[in-house]
T-cell receptor
Framework: GAGVSQSPSNKVTEKGKDVELRCDPI?????LYWYRQSLGQGLEFLIYFQGNSAPDKSGLPSDRFSAERTGGSVSTLTIQRTQQEDSAVYLC????????????FGEGSRLTVL | GEDVEQSLFLSVREGDSSVINCTYTDSSSTYLYWYKQEPGAGLQLLTY?????DMKQDQRLTVLLNKKDKHLSLRIADTQTGDSAIYFC????????????FGKGTRLHILP
């Protein structure tokens, strides 16, 4: 929604497999965020890209999680050796609104680890 | 440290008022926000308040800010079934390059 495209919308994988989730912010932005949302934990911050600065990775839950943003635009979140507790909806958001705190979110990628 | 706290669940009867509360820690925040997430969708900005304001009203929505206690609330008057969603409180730091901090979200359930 609002210029943020995420794929896949749904992903079912087996425990131990690697997955890649993609976020395309489509149009102008300076900052890009990844969040994880699950029923019991609510919304959890994962990683934040801002301009050419080093990303803020303080929310990544383990070294199995990594993310990159290529050309200052499309971002990929990679989860290696997936575990069942990684099952969640992964949301991507971009800045670009008139207000500094206005973010535009994608509809998310629902990950199910069997 | 930076933190935004809100309860995870709230149940309200249709027609009553809903009050969703939030506490934050960054006293330098310039804006505070409420986002709404409907089922199967991403978050969308619902309303916001400048840090130098105490109250903002927008139709059925009233935002109250108590800067001394770092407490923010969202009141929804005459709650309808369409208000059923998850509501997120968020703050932005004074430095535009600092990341936005969200609460975990409050799931509002409407009882018939």
């Amino acid at each position: 929604g609002a210029g943020v495209s995420q794929s896949p919308s749904n992903k079912v994988t087996e425990k131990g497999k690697d997955v890649e989730l993609r976020c395309d912010p489509i149009s102008g932005h300076t900052a890009l965020y990844w969040y994880r949302q699950s029923l019991g934990q609510g919304l959890e911050f994962l990683i934040y890209f801002q301009g050419n600065s080093a990303p803020d990775k303080s929310g990544l839950p383990s070294d199995r999680f990594s993310a990159e943003r290529t050309g200052g635009s499309v971002s990929t979140l990679t989860i290696q050796r997936t575990q069942q507790e990684d099952s969640a909806v992964y949301l991507c958001a971009k800045s670009g609104g008139a207000l500094s705190g206005e973010l535009f979110f994608g509809e998310g990628s629902r990950l199910t680890v069997l | 440290g930076e933190d935004v706290e809100q309860s995870l669940f709230l149940s309200v009867r249709e027609g009553d008022s809903s009050v969703i509360n939030c506490t934050y820690t960054d006293s330098s925040s310039t804006y505070l926000y409420w986002y709404k997430q409907e089922p199967g969708a991403g978050l969308q900005l619902l309303t916001y308040i400048f840090s130098n304001m105490d109250m903002k009203q927008d139709q059925r929505l009233t935002v109250l800010l108590n800067k001394k206690d770092k407490h923010l609330s969202l009141r929804i008057a005459d709650t309808q079934t369409g208000d059923s969603a998850i509501y997120f409180c968020a703050e932005t730091p004074r430095n535009r390059d600092d990341k936005i901090i969200f609460g975990k979200g409050t799931r509002l359930h409407i009882l018939p």
